[in-house]
């Protein structure tokens, strides 16, 4: 079977997440969370509010390095925020988030931005204690690296440049179909040689 | 059911098929002028094509609301099967109990009211005793006490049942897929689609989203309302008799797609066809989808002219994007080869059922 991959710039299908600008909102509690370079999109955002010192006041930002390495730490820590953290990778930066999720009341806010792995993840958590789906704003900065089930084996396999690739448990050549599951936080990788074992085309480097 | 289940085909009159749809691959229609043929006219594009889920004519696979046929028991000890291999494919997330309980209410009212000589529902208040007599099943339990029966209602039923079965719940506008069970499936995948709201999970189906299908489908299923189900068809195509085309398997199964020839085509090659229907739940107000699963090859179609000359014509002259879709671009041209033979040209009558 011949596979076509979607091209990069393809239209995006229905179940590809949509990311918009973060915007502060009225809260009594503001949890931000950001890896990679979305910590210059929470700067951003904190610089279109009239209450700078009230928002931070009430504020909990959490953000680890980005899956390339880049770490904006610094530019989140200086802004004063009521409690700051760093965690050194997302699996690290999660259980921090799931308690503070445990004390977490209607009426607060959600931002997160950075990575589609960070913010899909984070906004598993967040949707596992009930919040609602509008309370989560979301904003797209930096790596484009992708995290991909494989729809055979379910293994995951984090941070996806190439397509097709190697599944990092089972080992089947996979194709990385668009489809995205906010349950599971990633898209689906599909056996790309399944008719005709062997034959897989040149990786491509789609994702960076 | 569980899998030392013991098939006795001489019961019931010997109606029910000792067959499989793995490895020996003996299933077959007995009659396939009984099989669902989806195609009213001789071209075929997506439409939302919903219409009233009301008993029809005899003998067809629309004479009930559910329909219970010779390949019942094979199916239930298939789906066994499928089941213990992968338990992922049944899921049900936290809330969706109740809409669990709603449809084996609707389940076991609907096959004891129209199949009494195998099913039978005996209720005193919550207190229900249920007989499945082909596969052997006799079980007292108190209605929405889930202690009381070996699996969660949504497995038990399913367990019983055929088709493939989403559970959809109504928020927010739309309707949110969250719970469902594949074993006789269309290359999709309930793991990965689990928890997904109405244009989520149809994002990968091409052209019809640009044709406004999924809007105004979403928008009359948002309508539907208890006791008026609807049903419409889908179909592809399928190498084999094999009921579970799962994506978690197609490195399993793609390469059985790379063994036609002209002489095995009329065996091997089998139309699959989707009556799905729908029903709206009293209690939880979610919306059941059975997607029931028919298989009839090539030979056993081409045995109603009517039926023959329709499937050669919507297949040659199916869009290249569909095609790709349903799995079959790369053996098309061998279809139309085979299926040509079978055509005369001759007009064909509008609807599905055959000419005599």
């Known amino acids: 079977m011949k596979v076509d991959l979607t091209p990069v710039n393809a239209p995006s299908i229905r179940s590809r997440p949509v990311y918009a600008t973060l915007e502060p909102r009225p809260g009594k509690l503001h949890v931000i969370v950001a890896d990679d370079e979305g910590a210059a999109a929470v700067v951003e955002m904190l610089g279109k509010t009239n209450d700078r010192s009230g928002m931070l006041a009430a504020s909990h930002v959490m953000y680890c390095p980005g899956p390339t390495g880049t770490d904006l730490s610094a530019q989140l820590e200086v802004l004063g925020a009521a409690q700051f953290f760093r965690a050194p990778t997302l699996p690290a930066l999660l259980p921090r988030l799931v308690r503070v999720l445990a004390d977490a009341h209607m009426g607060t806010q959600f931002y997160l931005a950075g990575t589609e792995g960070l913010i899909g993840q984070a906004e598993r958590e967040i949707m596992a204690t009930g919040f609602p789906f509008a309370s989560i704003q979301k904003e797209h900065r930096g790596s484009t690296l992708r995290r991909v089930q494989c729809v055979h084996c379910k293994g995951i396999t984090e941070n996806v440049a190439t397509d097709p690739f190697k599944c990092s448990h089972c080992g089947l050549n996979l194709f990385v179909r668009d489809h995205y599951s906010r349950r599971i936080a990633a898209f689906m990788g599909v056996c790309i040689d399944a008719e005709d074992p062997g034959q897989v085309p040149e990786s491509v480097v789609r994702f960076q | ?356």
């Open chain 2, 1 to 356: 059911m569980s899998l030392d289940f013991k098939f006795a085909p001489d019961d019931f009159g010997g109606f029910f098929r000792d067959e499989t749809f793995r490895d020996t691959f003996t299933y077959r229609n007995s009659d396939p002028r009984r099989f669902p043929f989806p195609f009213d006219r001789d071209d075929y594009m997506y439409a939302v094509n919903l219409e009233p889920h009301m008993p029809g004519r005899k003998g067809t696979a629309f004479e009930h609301m559910l329909d219970v046929d010779e390949h019942y028991i094979a199916e239930m000890i298939d789906r066994a099967k499928v089941l213990a291999e992968d338990p992922l494919r049944c899921q049900s997330l936290p809330h969706m109990t109740l809409a669990g309980w709603d449809t084996l209410e609707l389940i076991m009212e609907a096959k004891a009211r129209d199949y009494p000589q195998w099913f039978s529902l005996t209720r005193d208040g919550n207190r229900w005793h249920w007989v499945n007599r082909p596969l052997g099943i006799e079980q007292s339990f108190t209605f929405l006490d889930e202690s009381t029966l070996p699996y969660p209602p949504f497995e038990y039923i399913m367990r019983q049942t055929q088709g493939d079965w989403t559970l959809q719940d109504e928020r927010d506008g739309t309707l949110w897929m969250d719970a469902g069970i594949a074993t006789s499936q269309a290359d999709w995948s309930v793991d990965f689609d689990v928890g997904m709201n109405f244009h989520e999970w149809h994002a990968p189906v091409p052209l019809a989203h640009e044709k406004g299908v999924f809007d105004r489908a979403l928008k009359f299923l948002l309508k539907l309302q208890h006791g008026a189900p609807v049903r419409r068809f889908n179909w592809t195509m399928t190498v084999n008799p094999l009921l579970d085309t799962a994506p978690e398997t197609y490195h399993k199964w793609g390469p059985m797609r790379t063994t036609l020839t002209q002489e095995n085509m009329g065996q091997k090659m089998h139309l699959r066809v989707e009556l799905q229907s729908l029903y709206r739940l009293p209690r939880s107000n979610a919306i059941a989808f059975d997607i029931r699963c028919y298989l009839c090859s090539f030979e056993q179609i081409v045995t109603v002219p009517k039926w023959a000359r329709r499937l050669h014509r919507v297949i040659r002259d199916l869009p290249e994007e569909l095609a790709t879709y349903k799995g079959f671009i790369r053996n098309r041209d061998a279809m139309v080869e085979w299926l040509s033979k079978c055509d005369d040209g001759a007009p064909t009558s509008p609807g599905w059922f055959p000419d005599d």
